[in-house]
């Protein structure tokens, strides 16, 4: 894949559009969680009429993209597509000099630099899919040295599909057990993911006061009538959390624990 070069022979079109300080900002908001345009106003200070026009100018560019709000299907989610983003700023360094083509994904090993003590949980409403798969995802690339738990606001079993698309990763999840959030509500967190939009609403105060963090994925289970026809789904949703987590842990990295 090449840099998309301007017929003026002036930068990638990638550089004109995130140099613009507003859509620059806005980006940087959405690295760390996913957001409505009325977080996004409050957050970086301007009119909701001028960011969702820049919103729109970096939805266009395949910069960011949209989610309905499965709590209020009147609202929306911006989120950030990192990897595309990746592979934008590989292509427009490799379209100034060869040598600054660094390939996506070849960046060093974020393990062995986690500071200690890290503590993630991953909540979604049943705690039968989504979060049992950022918990599985999270501590195996993270090589065991994140402390990581996930939970739901209302448990349901362990779906079966959740267990067959770990199992193609290498990662056996059968023997889980899951779990209401209330059995964790007293522990000590730095980070609190919620991937389901409703569990967002619900989700009560810790007394550690963690970082709340928003992924908004749709719930794989409802994607199709029986395991076979929604199988898909779920394989979706667990390549989407491996990416998200992947750009998580340099996050981890740089975090102080909480409370320290």
Not at 66 to 82: E, F, K, N, P, V
Not at 158 to 186: C, F, Y
Not at 217 to 238: H, T, V, Y
Request: a neutral charge; hydrophobic letters at 40%; aromatic letters at 4%.
């Amino acid at each position: 894949m090449t840099a998309v070069i301007n017929e003026a022979g002036g930068p990638p079109d990638f550089l004109e559009l995130v140099a613009h300080p507003l859509r620059w900002r806005l980006l940087r908001e959405l690295t760390r969680s996913d957001r409505a345009v009325s977080e996004l106003t409050d957050r970086v200070g301007a009119p909701q009429n001028l960011v969702s026009y820049h919103l729109r100018r970096l939805r266009d560019g395949g910069l960011v993209s949209t989610r309905q709000s499965a709590a209020d299907g009147r609202g929306a989610y911006y989120a950030i597509d990192l990897a595309g983003c990746e592979q934008k700023l590989h292509d427009a360094g490799g379209a100034l000099h060869p040598a600054l083509a660094v390939q996506p994904g070849a960046s060093r090993d974020v393990r062995a630099h986690l500071r200690p003590a890290q503590r993630v949980l991953f909540l979604c409403t049943g705690n039968s899919a989504r979060s049992q798969i950022a918990e599985a995802l999270l501590d195996t690339m993270s090589g065991g040295t994140i402390a990581v738990a996930s939970a739901g606001s209302h448990p349901k079993p362990l779906h079966p599909n959740a267990v067959r698309v770990m199992q193609s990763r290498g990662i056996d999840i059968s023997a889980n057990r899951t779990k209401h959030l209330d059995e964790l509500a007293g522990e000590r967190f730095d980070l609190i993911v919620t991937l389901c939009d409703r569990v967002r609403e619900v989700c009560p105060e810790f007394p550690s006061q963690p970082e709340l963090v928003h992924w908004s994925l749709p719930d794989p289970a409802a994607a199709g009538a029986g395991n076979r026809a929604s199988l898909p789904a779920f394989e979706q949703a667990a390549t989407e959390l491996e990416t998200r987590i992947r750009f998580l842990l340099p996050l981890l990295e740089r975090a102080e624990p909480t409370g320290s």
